[in-house]
Every structure is written in C-alpha cells, then in structure tokens.
C-alpha cells in the first residue's frame, strides 16, 4: 500500500502535469486566429512604417494575418498601456520602441512597468533622427539656423513626434545649448508632425527618418543635420549634430516588439525565430535601408530584456541633467 504521503504527492502531480500539456497543446495550437499588432503612435510615422513592413510577411509565416491597430496618444503611453493591459495569449504584439524606455522618468504616474509588463521578443532595426526644415527657411545649417532663431525666435518653432522622447530631448538639448527660445511642438507621432513642416504651418521637425526621406528627395524638406553618432547612410552628406558643433548632442532609434508578460514561452520563441528570419531577407534590408533603420536584431528575447532594463535605469539621470521634470 501506498504511503498516504506518496499519494498527496501524486494528487498534486497530476493537475500539474495535465496543466503544463494543457499549455503546451495551447502553443501548439497557436495561432488559430488574427494577431494584433498595436502600434502607440500615429499611421505615418517610423514606427507604423516598420510594423506595416513585418505585419504581411509575419502574418504569411504564421499562417494568420496580423492586423495592424494604431492606439496614439501620450507620446505612446496609451497605446502601450492598452497592450500590457492585453491577455498574455499570443494574440496582442506592440511595437516598443525607445521612447518606451524613457516613460518612468517623463511620468510621474503611469499603469504599467517597462520591464514587468511584458515580455521581450526582438529589436527589429535601428536608425538616426533628423532635424529638418521646409525650404523656405533660409538656413541651410544647424548654425545658420540658430543664428535665425536668436534674432527672431518666435518666427521659429519645431515639430516633434510627442513629448519626452528622444527627438524632444535632443531639440532641447540643441536649444539649450544654442541658448534660443524656439517652440517645440509636440504630436501624436511622426505622420501628422512631417505633414504640417511639409505644408509650412510649422518650419523645422526633428523627426524620425521614415517620414522624411521620401520629401526630402522630393525637394519638399531641407536636411539640416542627424541626430546619430555618425552619419547615415540614408543621409551620407548630411552632418551629425555633433559636426554641426554641438558635442555631447546624439539620439538613436530603435524599434522592437514585445508581447504582454506571461505570454508563453513557445510562442515567443516562434515570434522570435521567424522575425529573425523575416528580417534577413534582401527585400526588407533594403526597404528599411531607404528611411535610415538598419536590420538589427536580437540574438534572445532575453538580450533585448537586457537592453531595456539598461535603457530604463540610464534615463533619469539624463532628464534630470537636461532639466526636464517627470509630469
């Protein structure tokens, strides 16, 4: 006869063990209907493009389409917050990019935790910012366009792709710096920020290099300078903010996509391998390649873990030094 000890600890094995095969059926099971992709920012910008570009390919790779929902507002924070709200089933993504990382030392209150909420999948490419203007601003430089903007500053204003981000706090860094009182105006993402400096209701945009190239050819916007360490290659004659000369001054992008916390293990590993795969394909290196992002990708879910969390614990002492305060 069994000791009753065994058979508790039987009892207790078996509702765990049909539990751990009742997960694993649901992976593989996965996915049997439309995916979500919420994008936190406007249709337009540089974070919708490059959704837009991995949503058909991954959506053929699974078998399922993926449906892009863009969720503005808050500089990211609603859409975000709409996602970590989201159930871990496999069936919500969202695009989390820089600005995410930044959100603990721009708000004082927010309903989610960068790191916690979700769980990390893959970066999905790289790039610079650029600052640019519409050709009717006689500057063709950074510093021209400073010198502009100390004898008629209220004839100037910027355009930015929402509050706090990394554009934000570039332009103020560039003010700062440059000591002009020039307007930064924010939206609700880089699409309806690059129609208004287009159109000439606002004359400069610091803005992501997905909307602009495409007006830049065109001859629709002038490149004053970018935002990266180096120059792009999308932009190979166009100086860095550094060259233009102000030292210390640099900003990057980056985008990735992430999925609620608790989503299961196979499945983000699914989502992982076959972004990693969509994301070597000649086609896609070269599209991103047109609006400044290179291909970078994650070797783990857990290396872009690491990265967020280096992220989120270096931008508090970087707002402080710039004089921002958490709203």
């Excluded at 935790?113 to 500057?139: E, Q």
């Excluded at 910027?158 to 981000?165: I, K, V, Y």
Aim: hydrophobic fraction near 45%; charge should be positive.
């Amino acid at each position: 006869m069994r000791h009753p000890l065994t058979r508790w600890l039987c009892a207790l094995a078996l509702p765990l063990a049909l539990g751990a095969g009742s997960s694993a059926a649901q992976a593989d099971e996965w996915p049997s209907r439309p995916i979500r992709l919420i994008v936190p920012h406007a249709p337009g910008g540089v974070t919708d493009v490059v959704a837009r570009l991995v949503a058909q390919p991954l959506g053929e790779a699974l078998k399922q389409q993926v449906v892009v929902d863009n969720k503005p507002g808050a500089s990211g924070l609603l859409g975000t917050e709409i996602a970590a709200k989201a159930a871990p089933d496999g069936y919500t993504m969202v695009m989390y990019v820089d600005v995410n990382t930044m959100y603990p030392a721009l708000f004082k209150k927010i309903q989610h935790d960068p790191v916690t909420s979700f769980s990390p999948v893959t970066i999905l490419g790289r790039g610079s910012h650029a600052l640019v203007a519409h050709p009717s601003v006689a500057g063709r430089t950074l510093g021209e366009i400073v010198d502009l903007a100390r004898k008629d500053p209220k004839a100037y204003a910027a355009a930015l792709p929402g509050r706090g981000g990394p554009q934000w706090l570039a332009f103020h860094q560039i003010k700062e710096a440059a000591r002009i009182d020039v307007a930064m105006v924010p939206y609700k993402g880089g699409g309806p920020a690059v129609v208004d400096v287009v159109g000439g209701q606002v004359p400069l945009g610091l803005l992501g290099m997905a909307p602009v190239l495409p007006h830049i050819k065109a001859g629709k916007l002038k490149p004053i300078a970018v935002t990266g360490r180096s120059r792009s290659p999308a932009l190979p004659d166009v100086p860095t903010v550094i060259e233009s000369g102000f030292p210390g001054i640099e900003a990057s992008q980056w985008q990735s996509i992430v999925v609620p916390a608790g989503t299961p293990r196979p499945v983000v590993e699914r989502l992982h391998r076959e972004l990693l795969r969509i994301m070597a394909q000649p086609a896609i290196v070269e599209r991103l390649a047109t609006f400044g992002l290179d291909n970078s990708t994650s070797e783990s879910p857990e290396a872009l873990g690491r990265m967020i969390r280096e992220e989120v614990a270096r931008w508090p002492a970087i707002f402080k030094a710039a004089g921002i305060d958490a709203e």
